[in-house]
């Protein structure tokens, strides 16, 4: 009887513990905490996701610690040590593996651009087809913002180590919330928040994509739009965006263009439901195109806890392209999976 017993406890026992490590993420629930494959909270805010060989590949910054408000500052300018940024890996969008702290912050100098006393937001990477270079660009900034360079860091695999290489002002104008763009000819792009982020700047690169080439463009001028996301849709290009409010939330907008460096024509806000014009609370970050699925499209928004940064969370949503608009709309969903999107 005993015997029986204690077999019987051991078979719950590690039924339990087989179900939990075993156990995987079947939806997105926006606003949540989402744990890593090791039970973990991801830790990567105002990121980018690159697709590369059949994995998913999702920088963000790592924000570790405590959350402060410098004494000297005049404005909500809540903050963290840069540690670095951080990396995770997925097939599916929903279960993500940690690979490390991808680009880790300059501890010994403390004249780095990347030093923990600085500022490091918004990283994101491309993939450069003809040097094999991953290449990542970030917003760098002194602790009161008023450096505005973007910073680049470049590595021979996906997950790292980045080594980071530089910072400066494309074109001589100021940077600060940013992304990048490859086109489908390969040539790249950096959308950034300039002009005392009243203007977005579209500065196209040099062919490694570690440097401005000295063409850009003004756009949105004096519409103090900041966390650019940008991506194609069939032959046209989409700018997701916010409004320039610091850790607080405003509205998005979606904006369209026929060419990169042309007009762009904008659509309004994309979002609907409760809150959609707070941004569900969110602000955006990255827009993902599905793999292997037409017209799917996920937009990535931060959830910022500007009190305490770390425990920030993300709103990822479907995107559903809007025939009448040419746009998109973005709906509130609490708990949704890719199955909202047909297959290809
Ligand atoms: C936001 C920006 C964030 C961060 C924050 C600092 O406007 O999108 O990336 O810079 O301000 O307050």
């Not at 997105?28 to 105002?46: L, R, Y």
């Not at 998913?56 to 402060?68: D, N, P």
């Not at 017209?295 to 910022?304: L, R, S």
């Not at 770390?310 to 009448?324: E, H």
């Amino acid at each position: 009887m005993l015997k029986k017993l204690a077999i019987a406890l051991l078979t719950v026992c590690t039924l339990g513990i087989t179900n939990t490590q075993g156990q995987k993420n079947k939806t997105f629930h926006p606003k949540e905490v989402w744990n890593d494959t090791e039970g973990n909270p991801i830790n990567a805010h105002g990121g980018g996701i690159l697709y590369h060989k059949g994995t998913y590949y999702w920088y963000g910054e790592y924000k570790v610690g405590r959350t402060i408000l410098p004494a000297d500052a005049t404005w909500e300018r809540y903050r963290t040590d840069v540690t670095g940024v951080s990396c995770y890996s997925s097939k599916d969008l929903l279960n993500w593996k940690f690979e490390g702290v991808a680009l880790k912050a300059i501890t010994e100098d403390s004249e780095s651009d990347i030093h923990p006393t600085q500022v490091l937001e918004r990283p994101k990477v491309i993939y450069n087809k003809k040097t094999g270079k991953f290449v990542m660009w970030m917003h760098i900034d002194s602790p009161d913002y008023s450096k505005a360079e973007a910073g680049v860091a470049i590595a021979d695999a996906p997950t790292g180590p980045f080594t980071y290489l530089t910072g400066f002002r494309p074109n001589n104008c100021m940077s600060r919330d940013q992304t990048l763009f490859v086109d489908d000819d390969g040539t790249a792009y950096q959308f950034s928040s300039s002009e005392e982020n009243q203007t977005m700047h579209i500065n196209r690169l040099t062919e490694d994509y570690t440097q401005t080439d000295g063409t850009y463009v003004r756009r949105f001028i004096g519409m103090a739009r900041e966390a650019p996301a940008v991506f194609k849709h069939g032959k046209k290009y989409y700018m997701l965006s916010s409004g320039c409010t610091g850790w607080d939330p405003n509205s998005a907008q979606i904006a369209v263009a026929d060419s990169i460096m042309g007009e762009w024509t904008v659509l309004g806000d994309p979002c609907t439901g409760p809150d959609a014009e707070k941004t569900f609370y969110g602000q955006s970050t990255h827009v993902i195109p599905i793999q292997g699925k037409k017209n799917a499209y996920i937009a990535c928004f931060d959830m910022w806890k500007k009190k305490d940064l770390q425990d920030s969370r993300y709103i990822w949503l479907p995107m559903i392209p809007n025939k009448q608009t040419d746009g998109f709309t973005i709906p509130w969903h609490e708990e949704w999976n890719l199955n909202i999107f047909k297959k290809k």
